[in-house]
């Protein structure tokens, strides 16, 4: 695999954030992905997959406005690029070919 | 659960330590998360589940991020001043990289506090077990040691120095008739005797203590099985054992039903009546291996004139020492009435046990302790002097700090954390010294040090070793700390590299504190070197016999197979005769005491006195009971008279010997009593013959009064016999062909306790030793840390701040450096 390779955690981080749209924060995020995967990820875990995809160009995050629910901290809110859709979709693809005959075996 | 959690917010200090964690433009968004799932939670699961969801998530922070290296590092935090454990673990990291670029003022200063305070530490722990602890047994304050004396001046001395060992029928009119005792014990003699142990395995000699029925009474302590011995078992008859835990355990495999049981002690059997407990030690030592009732039966060496029997006592309850000693003086005086002529100026002495148990061994050891405690004070003069010196090094690179921003007090904290770590090194370095030196100290020390306390390295000596470590490097830490960071700061900045070799105050400080060190060290020194000459001139003294190439051994008749006197002495012929005919031995004697090496069966004598009322006249002295060639093998001579030859047999009218000593006693120096009679053991014997004097001990002031009889007219008396054979050379295979003579005689005997004769008396000089070799050490100590310190630490490193130290590496390139003495 190349060094540019999307590992398993980061592809349900980025899918959580498409699927939440413009709200996707960490909370949420971790909700999505419970909900969806049944994975019970923490805040840390979440934090450090986004810093490496924000790193790698594939999200970028803006700051909201404070909320008193929050102790008057921001939210920051998480979006793809459009690089990251692609890599999504090539990991996709490359899985369905390789599941591609073996739904009976396996 | 905090009680911020059960009001709603999140937990303060993991809060703070996921902000430490992360970088500053994530920290609020990543808390505005946690703090919304915080609150989330605790609305729907409770502020517990809420508080411990909130930790695991600090937790994973703190995991994750530094591995991920996303780790924040120290916070902008303005007030990092008070954040004690940053600064701390700042400052210890920086003292050990100071600390390492100046390694030999590392060593020096830690090696100093440790030799210092293990020294210190070692001693402390003999003088806490030994002077300060008190006996291991139930109120021991109430437990004494009885002596008896014989007052010259007729009536009760108020500081006797003879003491004598008791008489066994005026100790038990003490114990029968005097309710100053709650209980009274005696020992049968001064050490613990022997058995030859059958029928359990290997014949092998074990040790045994003759004692009366009240011994373990006055000690407080029951066996833990088994019952103690009882009035009517001391008669000489009863075959009543009590075993030591340790016997009980190698021997018996710990046995629940023991009690009951016999074993085989010199051929007879005996029946097992006890187990002491562990831990239970005898005035005499920790080495006894069972204890039998001595035979009190008046009559044979049950004398009033017979001194044998060591005397230890349980005070009544509410009686003090003095009233003890009132009552007992008082009874004296009624049995001097009543029996004039053994007792007649004989009183009785009573002091503390504990007191008696260490002996003289108090002065010694508070003179060792005073020497630890020089050596330490030197040991801090030491350092003191080494960190001023440090401190006046460092002025610049202090000042260069304190010009960049360094508060006085944050500097002040450095050097103090520098000092606190050498101090806990050194400390450790020592604790761990002390621990090794206890063990080797307990080896070389006498056995009156180690009677009766364990002496241990307790905690309460750990803890005044680390107090003492601490203060010494805080107060002489300090000194330097506030004067390098005084208000001569920005002085120092100016100053000329060719004048910063400190003020004239501090030069004049530490010209004293050398000064100091140099006067205490030269005061151990003289103390050990005296000590040394002392110690010297004790060995070389004449003490009146001639050791060397002679070997002894000990032998015990059992009663059962020997159980006449001709059947002893035949013995000891027969012995003597095979023995002598070994290749290489040239003389073989016996005797019931060994020459030089203490006091032993003080007797009463009498010499015919016209003027005295009685007819005789009374005095004291070391009886001894010889055989073979004891005389001519020690070199003792002959001075007048005639030798014992074979008309002195037994039943024949008894001959005496006496030295030098005992005539001038009875007669007046240089008198010539040949011919004359005396009295005493309750025979007349006629003086055959007088000797040469020999001393009771190495360091004995004078010779004392001695009487010799031939054992082949006292074999009455069961006497254990040291043997001594005198050999032109080393006998390869001495004891071996000894032990095959002797097993051809009696395959049952066991010859034990084999020592050359100068091994013997030197044990009686241990005391002597242990302290002369500790003051030397301590001397020696002393006079290394002075002079390390015109050597080390007065060497005053000149030049720009950016020289190096005088306590640099001594192999890094050559640079300039000038010295000065302080």
């Not at chain 2, 005389?631 to 006496?658: H, M, S």
């Amino acid at each position: 695999m190349g060094r540019d390779s999307l590992g398993d955690f980061e592809q349900l981080v980025m899918l959580a954030v498409a699927r939440l749209g413009g709200d996707a924060y960490v909370v949420p995020i971790i909700a999505e992905i419970g909900d969806r995967t049944g994975r019970r990820a923490s805040h840390a875990a979440v934090y450090v997959a986004l810093k490496r995809l924000e790193t790698k160009g594939l999200v970028r995050s803006r700051l909201g406005e404070p909320t008193a629910e929050r102790g008057g901290r921001a939210k920051r809110f998480f979006t793809l690029e459009p690089d990251a859709i692609e890599r999504l979709r090539g990991s996709r693809d490359a899985l369905l070919s390789m599941w591609q005959g073996l739904e009976e075996k396996l | 659960m905090s009680r911020r959690a059960r009001h709603g917010k999140a937990p303060d200090f993991a809060t703070k330590l996921v902000t430490r964690l992360l970088p500053p433009p994530s920290r609020h968004d990543v808390l505005g998360d946690l703090e919304e799932e915080f609150q989330h939670l605790r609305r729907t699961h409770g502020g517990l589940r809420a508080w411990l969801w909130y930790w695991r998530q600090t937790i994973a922070f703190a995991c994750k991020l530094p591995a991920a290296g996303l780790a924040g590092g120290l916070p902008e935090d303005p007030r990092r001043e008070h954040n004690v454990i940053g600064n701390l673990a700042a400052d210890i990291r920086f003292a050990v990289r100071s600390l390492l670029a100046e390694p030999l003022f590392a060593f020096v200063v830690i090696a100093t506090l440790a030799l210092a305070i293990g020294a210190n530490t070692a001693i402390f722990s003999v003088v806490n077990g030994v002077l300060l602890s008190p006996l291991d047994y139930p109120e021991p304050d109430r437990l004494v040691r009885v002596y008896q004396y014989y007052s010259r001046s007729g009536g009760f001395e108020s500081a006797p120095t003879n003491f004598d060992v008791v008489s066994p029928l005026d100790y038990t009119d003490y114990r029968d008739q005097l309710s100053t005792f709650q209980s009274l014990a005696g020992m049968g003699n001064y050490g613990p005797m022997g058995f030859d142990l059958t029928g359990e395995g290997a014949p092998q000699r074990i040790s045994a203590l003759y004692v009366t029925s009240d011994y373990f009474d006055v000690y407080g302590l029951r066996p833990m099985t088994g019952r103690v011995f009882e009035r009517s078992e001391e008669d000489g008859n009863s075959r009543v054992v009590i075993l030591s835990a340790r016997l009980w355990r190698s021997l018996f495999e710990s046995d629940p039903e023991i009690v009951g049981r016999t074993m085989t002690l010199d051929g007879e059997a005996w029946e097992i009546v006890g187990v002491m407990p562990a831990g239970f030690v005898d005035l005499v030592g920790d080495d006894v291996d069972v204890w039998v009732p001595h035979d009190m039966t008046p009559g044979g060496f049950n004398t009033r004139g017979n001194h044998y029997m060591t005397v230890v006592g349980r005070l009544a309850p509410g009686v003090t020492l003095a009233e003890a000693q009132q009552q007992l003086t008082a009874f004296d005086e009624q049995l001097a009435r009543q029996y004039p002529e053994s007792n007649d100026g004989r009183y009785a002495w009573i002091q503390p046990l504990q007191e008696d148990s260490v002996g003289n061994a108090d002065t010694m050891l508070w003179v060792l302790l005073g020497s630890t405690a020089l050596v330490l004070l030197i040991g801090c003069v030491n350092v003191a002097n080494l960190l001023i010196g440090r401190g006046m090094t460092r002025r610049k690179e202090l000042a260069i700090r304190a010009a960049l921003g360094s508060g006085r007090l944050r500097l002040v904290r450095q050097l103090l954390t520098e000092s606190l770590l050498l101090a806990l090194i050194g400390g450790v370095l020592g604790v761990a010294l002390a621990a090794m030196t206890t063990r080797a100290l307990l080896r070389l020390a006498p056995q009156s040090l180690t009677l009766i306390n364990d002496i241990s390295f307790d905690s309460r000596v750990l803890a005044l070793a680390l107090a003492t470590s601490l203060l010494t490097t805080a107060v002489f830490g300090l000194v330097p700390a506030f004067r390098s960071v005084g208000k001569d700061l920005e002085t120092a900045l100016r100053e000329d590299d060719r004048g910063n070799s400190g003020s004239r105050g501090t030069n004049r400080m530490r010209s004293a504190l050398v000064v100091g060190e140099v006067a205490l060290a030269l005061v151990l020194l003289i103390g050990a070197g005296l000590m040394m000459r002392s110690f010297w001139l004790l060995q070389t003294r004449d003490i009146g016999v001639d050791p060397s190439n002679v070997t002894t051994f000990e032998l015990r008749l059992p009663e059962a197979r020997y159980d006449t006197a001709q059947e002893r002495e035949g013995f000891y012929q027969e012995l003597r005769r095979r023995v002598a005919a070994i290749p290489g031995v040239d003389a073989v004697g016996a005797v019931q005491w060994l020459p030089v090496t203490g006091t032993y069966n003080v007797w009463g004598y009498a010499t015919a006195d016209p003027d005295s009322d009685s007819g005789w006249d009374h005095h004291l002295a070391n009886i001894r009971v010889i055989s073979g060639d004891y005389l001519d093998l020690l070199g003792i001579p002959l001075l007048a008279g005639r030798r014992f030859g074979p008309d002195d047999a037994l039943g024949a009218p008894f001959a005496v010997y006496l030295n030098e000593a005992a005539v001038a006693d009875g007669w007046g120096p240089g008198a010539n009593p040949l011919g004359e009679t005396i009295r005493s053991g309750g025979h007349d014997g006629e003086i055959v013959g007088i000797v040469g004097n020999t001393l009771l001990r190495q360091r004995s002031a004078s010779p004392t009064p001695k009487l010799y009889f031939s054992h082949t007219q006292f074999a009455e008396r069961r006497w254990s016999m040291f043997q001594l054979l005198r050999t032109s050379a080393d006998v390869p295979g001495l004891m071996t062909a000894i032990r095959t003579q002797l097993a051809e005689i009696d395959p049952l005997l066991v010859a034990f306790n084999v020592r050359t004769l100068e091994r013997a008396i030197g044990v009686g000089m241990a005391d002597t030793r242990f302290t002369m070799v500790l003051l030397v050490a301590f001397g020696s100590m002393a006079g290394l840390l002075a002079a390390s310190v015109p050597t080390a630490c007065c060497r005053t490193p000149l030049g720009s701040a950016a020289e190096r130290s005088a306590f640099a590496w001594p192999w890094a390139p050559a640079r300039k450096r000038s010295s000065a003495w302080c």
